[in-house]
């Protein structure tokens, strides 16, 4: 066949340039017996029944119930190593008898607001155990802006609850600025990380966009509500805090510019494909949050709903502000005003879920003073924490905790934890620095400190108190 | 992937009916075992699921799956040592329903047959790169990111084994 003498002595030129053209008889007609390759249709189908499965046993999670698998994750599911040393030394009784109390301790910590006496683990332990286990840059930082989320989150519930005041505020904003200013530093660690095809500068950017939302919501948010305040030290940490959350947006938004400059370098089609898959997000994103608003209408307040409809009308402006763009071939361009769209849609989401989350708490404030602190059988508007709580009555409360020596990344992490033993473990008594808040101390009989060092520093002081 | 709950599960099974048969195809070229092939084709569903209801967002589905497909596949390759060339017959034969190929039938086999044997005769790599480019269809940037090489790389490679299959269907 000349055909195949033809092609022999063509890649004995090694002739790279054909490579795409050669789509001559008998690669065609490989091609098509390698697509007659396939599952039967009974085959296909019962594979698809079992996917089916699988999808209904593991349903998408929400923020509601991940924050529950934050407090049961610390429980049950991730042990953590406390290998101290070489030797074992077995641990005091009483240490095994704090198990029984640790489990709960912690899960219950996880609904405390600044001023509770548990609040102090949910910071130092729940939370200081979470960064432990997000290990790359990418889910650490998400973590920490979620943290930061959630300190101004619970800001608003203490002003619902007139609890705010320039100590709890003092506490929740230095707590929240540390987040941000950790958001910003990792940031600039992953668009350092992954240069390859700018996937670094491309999840900066979107864990920025993020972080801009978060702090845009709650900025209007805590605006309004100092707006309806009626107490003067309550109006006064507000406005605390509300300049702490500007400035940190402006730090956001201007770090944001430098992004610009690693699209620059992407080629067009990298970028233009970049571009079209932002502009699906960002349809996608404000569809969603349109219907979470319709269905959230009747369950807010008017003025939340308007700020998150005209939210919802810049966003669309800002994709066909994008569409212009592409339509220009200014592909960079584009991608940033999508991901603007996407922003703003995630604000205006926020918006409404703050408002959501601020409302049930109010609900549940007046209810907390009829009944008992661990009495949520409450009939409408459980919030997080009621559903937390029933279920732990029913949750088991023995804990595993052992703290991974080599894995961690953060340097001089100060937990608090509570270790069990059935097997044995070792203490040092080295002293660490005292903490502030020693509130727990009553709630447990036996405390350990930890202190995570570089690399494979873990040093434990044991004690019994 | 939108985020409501509804659509996502809409989408996930709509990608499901369209991949299915795809990445299936391109599992059992490489492990030769239809049935294991059949399992790991539903692991890179629901591994992928497992990431989606976690509330991450993945930009392009296919490539993702293609990549978990492949680490799937290396895995597999890890756990269990190759045996050369099994079932060779089986794979063309049980993919057949009669229903379905009545009169095309045995002109598909022979097509079907030369095709797998010349696929299983390339190096592994040269294999891998060309089944992703030119029978899953996808670009040389998500073949890089799945196999975990740079863009050049994947070329040069796509290049030489095209030339090599050449000459395994020529001979």
């Known amino acids: 066949m000349y055909l195949c003498v033809f092609i022999a002595a063509l890649h004995s030129y090694e002739n790279y340039y054909v490579h795409d053209k050669y789509m001559d008889k008998e690669f065609e007609q490989f091609l098509k017996g390698i697509k007659d390759i396939k599952l039967s249709q009974k085959e296909k189908e019962l594979s698809r029944t079992r996917v089916v499965d699988f999808m209904k046993q593991h349903p998408i999670k929400t923020i509601a119930t991940r924050k529950q698998n934050r407090a049961r994750f610390f429980e049950t599911e991730r042990t953590l190593f406390v290998s101290i040393g070489k030797k074992h030394i077995l641990m005091p009784l ?22 509770d006496t548990l609040y102090p683990i949910k910071i130092t332990v729940n939370e200081g155990v979470q960064n432990l286990l997000a290990v790359s840059a990418e889910s650490k930082a998400k973590l920490q802006v979620e943290l930061a989320n959630e300190r101004l989150k619970e800001a608003e519930v203490l002003v619902i609850n007139n609890r705010l005041n320039a100590q709890t505020q003092a506490k929740v904003e230095a ?29 900066a950017a979107e864990v920025h966009a993020n972080l801009e939302s978060v702090l845009n919501a709650h900025e209007d948010v805590l605006v309004r509500i100092k707006d309806t305040s009626e107490r003067e030290d309550e109006t006064r940490a507000l ?44 349809q996608n994103k404000i569809e969603e949050v349109k219907k ?49 769209a996407v922003k703003i849609a995630q604000e205006a989401k926020l918006i409404i879920e703050i408002e959501k989350d601020l409302k049930v708490s109010n609900k549940n404030k007046s209810k907390v003073k009829e009944s008992e602190q661990n009495d949520r059988d409450s009939n409408g508007g459980k919030s997080n924490r009621d559903e937390r709580n029933e279920e732990d009555d029913d949750r088991k409360s023995d804990v595993q905790i052992r703290t991974n020596q080599n894995g961690t990344t953060t340097t001089g992490t100060n937990l608090k934890i509570q270790v069990k033993t059935g097997t044995s473990t070792e203490s040092h008594t080295d002293d660490d620095e005292e903490d502030d808040d020693k509130e727990d101390g009553d709630e447990v009989e036996t405390e350990i400190k930890v202190n995570v060092g570089g690399n494979s520093n873990l040093n434990v002081t044991g004690g019994v108190q | 992937m ?32 239809r049935e294991r092939a059949q399992e790991l084709m539903q692991d890179t569903f629901t591994k992928t699921w497992e990431y989606l209801a976690k509330g991450e967002t993945i930009s392009n589905l296919k490539a993702f799956l293609y990549r978990t497909l492949h680490n799937l596949i290396i895995d597999e390759y890890r756990a269990r040592p190759r045996s050369a060339h099994s079932s060779l017959e089986q794979l063309i034969e049980d993919g057949y329903e009669p229903v379905d190929h009545c009169g095309a039938r045995t002109e598909h086999s022979a097509e079907a047959r030369i095709a797998v044997e010349a696929i299983q005769k390339l190096g592994e790599s040269y294999r891998d790169v ?12 998500e073949i890089a990111r799945i196999v975990g090489e740079s863009e050049n790389v994947v070329s040069v490679r796509i290049h030489r084994g095209t030339a090599q299959l050449r000459e395994l269907l020529c001979a």
């Open chain 1, 292 to 340: 979470y608003i319709s269905k959230m209408e009747a369950r807010i307040s008017a003025e939340a709903s308007a700020q998150a409809n005209t939210r919802i009308v810049s966003a669309s402006e800002a994709v066909v502000a994008g569409d212009v763009y592409m339509d220009g071939k200014m592909y960079r361009d584009a991608f940033n005003s999508y991901q603007t």
């Open chain 1, 175 to 203: 707590q929240f600025q540390s987040h941000a200013e950790k958001v910003q530093k990792l940031v600039e660690k992953i668009e350092k990380e992954e240069k390859g095809d700018h996937r670094g500068a491309r999840v």
């Open chain 1, 94 to 115: 009483t240490l095994i008898i704090a198990i029984l109390l640790g489990g709960s301790v912690s899960y219950a910590a996880e609904g405390a607001f600044p001023g």
């Open chain 1, 239 to 282: 406005a605390s805090l509300i300049l702490n959350v500007r400035a940190q947006g402006e730090i956001a938004s201007s770090t944001n510019v430098k992004f610009d400059a690693a699209f620059t370098t992407q080629t067009d089609e990298r970028m233009q494909k970049g571009a079209r898959e932002k502009k699906k997000s960002a």
């Open chain 2, 130 to 141: 060309l089944l992703f480019r030119y029978v899953d269809e996808l670009s040389v940037q």
């Open chain 2, 2 to 33: 939108a985020q409501q709950p509804g659509n996502t599960h809409k989408k996930f099974i709509a990608i499901y009916d369209e991949l299915s048969d795809a990445l299936f195809r391109h599992c059992v070229l490489r492990i030769s075992d």
